[in-house]
Nanobody, 115 residues
């Protein structure tokens, strides 16, 4: 079982930036497609971005051009660079494999974009 710990969230003003980190444990991390997900109040969890083991990536239309997902397989790390943040980006952000197994979510990290 791969265990994941998210960090890097916080309070930021609109237009600001944050970099989220995900530390993974497990020897098979490098073979998984990984994703960043988020869940805003009153909404379902959604996929924000995903990245293949070789580095190809996908982004939701809502974040395309503003967010960048990356990974370091040697360090078992996944990152999400978030620029030009908007209030609608406010959510709890989670990392997980893609697709994500059921009942596999950790604590996530809170991102709040507000003036």
């Amino acid at each position: 079982q791969v265990q994941l710990v998210e960090s890097g969230g916080g309070l930021v003003q609109p237009g600001g930036s944050l970099r989220l980190s995900c530390a993974a444990s497990g020897s098979i991390f490098r073979i998984y497609h990984m994703g960043w997900y988020r869940q805003a109040p009153g909404k379902q969890r959604e996929l924000v971005a995903r990245i293949a083991p070789g580095g190809s990536s996908y982004y939701a239309d809502s974040v395309k051009g503003r967010f960048t997902i990356s990974r370091d397989n040697a360090k078992n790390m996944v990152y999400l660079q978030m620029n030009s943040l908007k209030p609608e980006d406010t959510a709890v952000y989670y990392c997980n494999s893609y697709p994500a197994p059921q009942d596999s979510w950790g604590q996530g990290t809170q991102v709040t974009v507000s003036s």
